[in-house]
């Protein structure tokens, strides 16, 4: 019989704890996602995630270690090769990513990939380097309203991004746009994780904003999540914010997209307050694409803190039978250096109002530990990565 019958698993996007051991291989020595910012504004106030262990697990400054906590707690390790979100959420649900995904951040994206995008589309193309999404609409944003020519870039994540003004581009041109990127990186060579639709509103380069009409065109999964399991199995997979574009759809029964990781919260709380069998799969990206990729140590700590409020709110709607996890999928250390995502243990943190005891767990050598104990307790099939704490959640 399944211990939990409603499972909310919370992904704390980039806060990790720590350097993985072989984080200099990636550029990220001595790396440490909350414990630098905590440092680095004097403190945060994280009493929730304090009480389940958050202060036992790691060094952070203002969320001391308590002599007695109500959860568990404990670190994992990542098996696949790379730091990006959708190897990290991937492993989380079992798969072990063994090539990592294309990256551009360095060097643009390759002449005869453009001028494929150019020739299919219709349209000329503008951009084409790493940079900020809402400075690239300010700095492009009026030339491509005034020719057409389509702002595309990268980041430090396996990504092209591809703007248009919705009033004059328009949201199906954008689309259609994207489906074809999406269908010309297919190639091994140019095989990035997602193309993302950035669609912004505005009239000058000092009020173009970014709309929430975003969408994601991910690579499907190489193989069967506990996500396709606990579906296949009649269970209830309520997606919230990009967990459904992570997946590309696969193995989520049902969808919620978020204008931010607070409204992804809030939506998480209002689906606590039904009635359903199984999990609900929640990414919160705002740390990760706001504060970590713009070295904002401040901003980190405020979300960190808007987090732990909402998730106070969602502790008190939890019934006996009801467990909480609350992860993340790979660090983005904001005092680090450059702009990409850092290699990094990520938390693991377990709460349920029927636990009776608490303590460190064992250090997992994969994020898969999240989709073995899943798995485990709904009692459909395992993944061939990860193994299950259930037993020690008491």
Known sequence: MKKY???FTIVIDSVGCGAEPDAPCYGDVMTDTIGHTAKAVGGVHLPNLQKIGYGNLHPISGCEPLQECIGYYGKCMEISNGKDTLTGHWEMMGLKVSTPFKTFTDT???????????????????????ASGTEIIKELG???????DMIVYTSADSVLQICGHEPTFGLDELYR?????????MKEEWRVGRIIARPFIGTCAEDFTRTSNRHDYAL?????????????????????GKINDIFNGQGVTQTHKSKSSDHGMKQTIDIAKTDFTGMCYVNLVDFDALWGHRRNPEGYA???EIFDANLGELM???????????????????THTGTDHTREMVPVLYYSPSMKGFGLLPLSETFAEVGATVADNFEVTAPEYGESVLDYLN
């Not at 008190?316 to 904001?334: F, K, Q, R, W, Y």
């Open 5 to 7: 019958k409603r499972i």
């Open 108 to 130: 643009g994206f390759p002449q005869e990939l453009l001028d494929e995008l150019s020739a299919r589309t219709g349209h000329g193309i503008v951009g084409n380097k790493s």
């Open 142 to 148: 009026e030339h491509h309203v005034k020719t057409g």
């Open 177 to 185: 746009c994207c489906e074809i990127a999406r269908d010309i990186t």
């Open 220 to 240: 499907s999964p190489h193989g069967k999540t506990v996500m396709n399991s606990l579906q296949e199995g009649g269970y209830d997979v309520i997606a919230v």
């Open 302 to 304: 405020k979300e960190m």
């Open 316 to 334: 008190s709607l939890m019934n006996e039978d009801d467990l909480i996890i609350v992860t993340a999928d790979h660090g983005n250390d904001p």
